[in-house]
């Protein structure tokens, strides 16, 4: 089944947008008539009927709504992009295929990405959003420094992926359900020693996502799975 | 730290084979009498001096030995390869940086990928070993079918990744830590009707991996990281 995606269907917007529309009369070359299944990405399914099959503008009546509810835990995972821009992006399918709520980016004194142009990125989020057949879109932030986010970000449990040999605590058991979490992964060479104690200072606990050293798309991964299976 | 791969230490072989001779000798420019770190791919890593830094047969000796512990649980994984092989590539990466023993390639009733050379995958997961820091190669299989590979595979437990909306079981509550489990996805176009109740004639177990459709390779991921988990 083919999902399309409209945000403003709760503020009265009844077409598709140029792509999207394209999709539904030059590709799948559905007429006027034909139904079709979307979604807002704020948790309604809608089944629609096509009113006027145009190319740019593809017109649709709502003929029924189905609410989905959001998953108990807020699953909010905060990453430095890689250097390999292709992995950030595949962190970023991955992520939303698994369920993510809010993915923010980070910038870092060891970043060696230090700009992120968010519209492929929400591209691939929104793909994935559609092919795995979700409600939700995940909220995506705009690259900011680690000390801003840190100060900013409100979360009732925050973790800093960071192995403290001497005290390590294993995410998968700290993570807490029905509440909301949030995960910060370093860049590719890792956190600064003044990151780790602003994060430490702000309250933020230092886990480790096991005994493997991973990538940091893996370990983003890694931590938004653990945050679906509390 | 940088990891070289010689998996006929166990046998007597003290030289690298050509690519990691140049990486040694071409690209980091170390020379006899220099440390270098290695794994047989066995569960052991090596410190040794270079005694002849060739480009093409970079000859060492050994200094000395650190065996690994074997993980508790025995992960195999069999996955039928993806329509487009990077995604197959990036599985493998992604598995053996969280940890397999065993990665087997199916060809199902309903697989679109029919052919699959083993080389690349088995260079991305020599990488990714070396990347990841581990003393462990998995065991990579050729291309089987669905059938043959039902037939023979010897493992403690067995679960097939079907979801069987009216007796939905977790994968995550199925697994048996300290025993070999076998997780088995299928293609991108799923099992057919014959090869899931193959299956559960030989002892396979229907489990889901979550509410989400998820990719092929996103799933064998998620059955892998569960795997180191239990």
Redesign the interface.
């Known amino acids: 089944m083919h999902l399309f995606y409209q945000p403003d269907i709760p503020a009265g917007t009844l077409h598709l947008d140029d792509e999207e529309s394209r999709h539904v009369v030059k590709v799948m070359r559905l007429k006027s008539g034909d139904s079709i299944q979307l979604t807002d990405g704020k948790g309604s399914f809608y089944t629609a009927n096509i009113t006027e099959a145009n190319h740019k503008k593809c017109a649709f009546e709502i003929i029924s709504k189905e609410e989905v509810k959001p998953h108990s835990t807020f699953r909010h995972l905060a990453i430095a992009p890689t250097k390999n821009l292709d992995r950030t992006e595949?962190f970023v399918e991955?992520a939303v295929?698994?369920?993510v709520d809010r993915i923010s980016f980070l910038l870092g004194d060891h970043s060696e990405r230090k700009v992120l142009k968010l519209d492929r990125i929400v591209k691939k989020a929104i793909g994935a959003m559609k092919?795995?057949?979700?409600a939700f879109m995940p909220q995506l932030d705009e690259l900011t420094s680690i000390k801003n986010f840190i100060k900013q970000v409100q979360t009732d449990y925050k973790f800093i992926a960071y192995v403290d040999f001497e005290n390590e605590a294993l995410l998968?058991d700290k993570l807490v359900g029905s509440a909301s979490n949030l995960v910060m992964i370093g860049p590719e060479g890792d956190f600064s020693e003044r990151e780790v104690e602003m994060a430490l200072a702000a309250g933020f606990v230092k886990v480790s996502l096991?005994?493997?050293?991973?990538?940091t798309e893996?370990a983003g991964?890694?931590a938004v799975?653990l945050m679906?299976?509390v």
Chains 1, 2 share one sequence.
């Open positions: 595949w991955k295929e698994l369920g092919q795995s057949g979700q998968k096991g005994a493997n050293r991973l990538r893996t991964m890694a799975h679906n299976l």
